[in-house]
């Protein structure tokens, strides 16, 4: 199958906070089709507990968007899944069921977190690499996507190295393996599964991850990166090192039309940064190779 277009998104509240109709209208005017939409990062005065949503809400968020040409690709629901006060942690997973039970009524089938850490702000903690934070996450992801079973929808995990209890792709396939539903999948994030000690390596490191999961990842963040004084950095794409022809050589043939999900952009360069993806897809896809 050749790709005629690259089915291209981005995260929301990268081009500012708001309402729904004024985030939709600067996405839209950039040229994006879809969204990766944190609630609360993105709608000014709209808090990270639960209680708040509703059928209601979510459709006029749904309509509202739909207006512009936009859909809701992925909601993005970033808790602490293995959080050391147990109160909190359960207070972060009802937040997350309650994006399972209204995620269709968004007219999106996917949920979306990172596996944090036993530190309570999700920053390093030698404890998360320990045997008993892997189980205490493996409990928690099973209640979640005992919901999503229930609901329809999908439960998507995103491995981020060096941090997080999910911190390659090789414990990312374990907990596939030992919850083994079809309502479990992977938000691949290639910029997030390189370690920083061993950045000089990302090529092949995002290939072997990319290889171990690819038939459950449902969706891709793209950014890119830089190493200052062994530090790994963040950047708008095309502003570091990721090679994205080659990325995207490596994922389309695989997962044609996956929502890719364009982030850490200042909203000052959404428009070019959505330029710089188009034309990176564009010069590819006149290749010998199909997308």
């Known amino acids: 199958m050749r790709q005629e277009r690259l089915n ?6 990268d081009v500012g906070r708001g309402s729904p109709r004024e985030l939709a209208a600067r996405a839209s005017r950039a040229g994006y089709r879809s969204v990766h939409l944190a609630l609360h990062k993105a709608f000014e005065g709209f808090p990270p507990e639960p209680g708040l949503l509703s059928p209601g809400f979510a459709r006029f ?9 936009l859909e809701i690709a992925v909601l993005g629901c970033y808790i602490n899944p293995i959080h050391p006060d147990p109160r909190v942690r359960e207070t972060h997973i009802q937040h997350f069921l309650e994006h399972i039970r ?10 979306a977190t990172e596996t944090g850490s036993r530190a309570a702000d999700c920053s390093f903690h030698p404890e998360t690499r320990r045997e008993e934070s892997f189980s205490l996450l493996l409990s928690t992801v099973g209640r979640l996507v005992e919901a ?10 995103e491995p981020v190295a060096d941090v997080h209890t999910i911190d390659t792709a090789e414990k990312m396939k374990r907990l596939l393996h030992m919850i083994s539903s079809d309502h479990l999948k992977v938000l691949f994030d290639p910029v ?14 995002v290939s072997s991850a990319f290889e171990l999961l690819k038939d459950d990842v449902v969706a891709v963040h793209v950014k890119d990166f830089v190493v200052e004084r062994g530090k790994k950095r963040a950047t708008p794409p095309g502003h570091g090192v990721m090679d994205f022809g080659r990325l995207f050589r490596m994922i389309l043939p695989q997962k044609p039309y996956i929502h890719i999900l364009a982030e850490n952009i200042p909203s000052d360069i959404i428009d070019l940064t959505y330029r710089f993806l188009t034309e990176t897809f564009e010069t590819i896809r006149t290749e010998d190779t199909p997308l």
């Open 8 to 13: 291209l998104g981005i995260r929301l509240h």
């Open 61 to 69: 968020v749904r309509r509202t968007f739909e207006e512009y040409d």
């Open 102 to 111: 209204y995620a269709r009524d968004f007219g999106c089938s996917i949920v």
């Open 148 to 157: 999503a079973e229930r609901y329809g929808v999908l439960v998507a995990i």
């Open 192 to 205: 997030n599964i390189v370690p920083a000690a061993d950045w000089e390596r990302h090529e092949a490191i």
